[in-house]
């Protein structure tokens, strides 16, 4: 959205006062801020363009973009949803209600699975979503060969969108985990999941209602999900490789033994950045030859 700005000192609506106004409202400084950048057609890391900018005078009908924005940021609809971008791994991705707003904590799973892989090694992003941890991986390390899957046939035309726009060469496919995925298949060097793992009855979903449910809850213990994949990923691994799951603030150690009692072995977790172990993981015995 482009709108030009006014040099002329008609009736005042600074920028500074639009964003005092925004805040009075309830939303936050940092929301109010990137609203407003959006607005102006400028990025989300131009907030000083802003307090450079204080006094400069808003086009009066700024109001009728802006306003209908406040009030859907303040009735919980995530920022991500009104701008249609969130930044992932220092990837800018396109994101709408299709898909689950990719949050920082997944940047722990994509720094461990790019521990486990090298060269032209192939790992499987499983429930894609936005496509935010095959993108990251496939950036970080051009020569890796990534595949990912989603159930849902519009979050994969969201996930294809940003590949196409970012370059980065993905193989999407789509369907319910494994099954996704074509036979025979090749099995892969790391296979790495954000599945939803919230309990169906958590309050916390309340909070959550602008974003895809499929994405967010998983049976009565959030686990449901979690015990499919780390039950059938064996079939889909080479020896050695690894299997990567985010999970919730709680489920560390359920995670952990359900990977151990499925065969893992070096069973462990790691922390978000808010020191929350929010992945647990572990790798394939090689079989030993008979
Ligand atoms: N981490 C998200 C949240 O709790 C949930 C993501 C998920 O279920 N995979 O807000």
């Known amino acids: 959205m482009n709108i030009p700005m006014k040099t002329s000192?008609?009736?005042s609506n600074t920028v500074g006062q639009a964003l005092a106004r925004m805040q009075s409202r309830g939303l936050d400084r940092l929301d109010a801020q990137l609203l407003l950048l959006h607005i102006l057609?400028?990025?989300?890391?131009?907030r000083g363009w802003l307090l450079a900018h204080d006094s400069d005078l808003l086009p009066p009908e700024h109001a009728a973009y802006l306003e209908p924005l406040v009030q859907r940021r303040l009735a919980g609809e995530p920022l991500a949803y009104l701008t249609g971008h969130k930044e992932f791994f220092g990837l800018d991705l396109r994101v709408d209600a299709r898909v689950l707003v990719p949050r920082p904590d997944t940047e722990t799973l994509v720094n461990w699975a790019l521990e486990t892989l090298n060269?032209?090694?192939?790992?499987?992003?499983l429930g894609t979503g936005s496509g935010a941890i095959a993108l990251a991986l496939k950036a970080s390390r051009p020569t890796l060969d990534i595949h990912a899957t989603d159930t849902s046939a519009s979050a994969l035309a969201v996930a294809q969108t940003n590949a196409?726009?970012?370059?980065l060469d993905i193989s999407f496919y789509q369907g319910a985990w494994f099954a996704a995925l074509p036979e025979p298949c090749e099995p892969f060097d790391c296979i790495v999941a954000n599945p939803p793992y919230i309990a169906?009855?958590?309050?916390h979903l309340a909070a959550l209602k602008f974003e895809p449910a499929q994405a967010l809850s998983s049976g009565a213990d959030g686990l449901a999900d979690s015990r499919q994949i780390i039950s059938e990923a064996p079939k889909y691994l080479t020896p050695g490789g690894w299997l990567l799951l985010e999970h919730g603030y709680d489920q560390a150690q359920a995670v952990r033994r359900l990977l151990t009692k499925a065969g893992f072995a070096s069973v462990r977790s790691r922390q978000d950045l808010a020191g929350v172990e929010r992945c647990s993981g572990g790798l394939l015995n090689p079989t030993p030859k008979p």
């Open 9 to 11: 000192n008609a009736a």
């Open 41 to 46: 057609d400028k990025p989300a890391n131009q």
């Open 119 to 125: 060269g032209q090694q192939r790992a499987l992003d």
């Open 164 to 167: 196409q726009r970012l370059k």
């Open 200 to 203: 169906e009855l958590d309050p």
